[in-house]
């Protein structure tokens, strides 16, 4: 059996843009945003562990090939596909990512579907500074950013940056002003990150909750698996969508 083969797959439109995608489980409604190279293994994995913790779960695919495992060649082949994608942002700096409008969408609809509170966002790697750019919109109200690699981090400034527009970073800001928290996870010697955390730290305040996993690694809760980071966004979104 096919790891997807328990999921409902379907698309979602916006703007003219339209991308696959994969639901599973009842719940409050939780948007999981897949790292390069696509909708691994793993990824499918940690989704699994939401739904099974009772959560909606719905995965974009965004790039790469679904259930394909980790790997050399299949990291090379999403790297080429999304760096003439003009839907991601790679190297720009105070910009955001023109996926985040298609994303906000999605998590509209889901929450206008589920109601509640709003609905969770995760990103991770590549993506992972994508939950906080949904954060601009009501309807996302736990955003967890999994080890946040976008800008590449080459030189101080795009190491420093969130990826974020300054309009949208004011409207970041004034929604964890108003009590959104934002969860980060990271290996604190993960040189992919950069310094965006302590950006976080700064624009953010007490609102970002910062977790620093001690060790060697990069993806936290799926190729390099802690089980302190799955507890905690466990934990984050129990908190801020039951």
């Known amino acids: 059996m096919a790891l997807l083969d328990t999921w409902t ?3 979602h439109t916006h703007g003219g ?3 696959p995608t994969y639901r599973k489980g009842t719940g409050p409604g939780v948007v999981v945003i897949h790292e390069i190279p696509g909708p691994t293994p793993s990824v499918i994995g ?6 099974e913790a009772g959560y909606t779960v719905v995965m974009p695919h965004l790039f790469g090939r679904a259930e394909a495992p980790m790997s050399a060649g299949a990291v090379a082949r999403s790297m080429r596909q999304v760096c003439v994608s003009a839907e991601f942002t790679k190297l720009a700096t105070g910009v955001t990512t023109p996926i985040a409008g298609w994303l906000r969408s999605l998590a509209r609809d889901l929450h206008a579907e589920l109601g509640g509170p709003g609905v969770g966002a995760l990103g991770m790697c590549f993506t992972g500074g ?3 750019a949904m954060m601009v919109d009501d309807a996302v109200a736990a955003p967890v950013l999994c080890q946040p690699s976008v800008p590449f981090a080459v030189g101080r400034r795009r190491a420093a940056d969130l990826n974020l527009s300054p309009d949208d970073l004011a409207a970041v800001k004034q929604r964890a002003a108003g009590g959104c928290a934002v969860l980060g996870i990271q290996y ?3 040189p992919m990150t950069g ?3 302590d950006t976080l730290d700064r624009e953010l305040g007490e609102a970002f909750l910062r977790v620093d996993l001690p060790g060697k690694g990069h993806s936290v809760v799926t190729e390099q698996r802690s089980q302190v980071a799955v507890d905690r ?3 984050f979104f ?3 969508l039951r």
Request: charged residues 25%.
């Open 195 to 197: 310094s965006r955390f």
């Open 233 to 235: 966004v466990l934990d």
């Open 238 to 240: 129990g908190e801020r």
């Open 17 to 19: 843009t339209s991308h």
């Open 9 to 11: 797959s379907g698309s």
């Open 46 to 51: 940690f989704g699994e562990e939401l739904v």
């Open 188 to 190: 604190a010697s993960d």
């Open 130 to 132: 994508f939950a906080l």
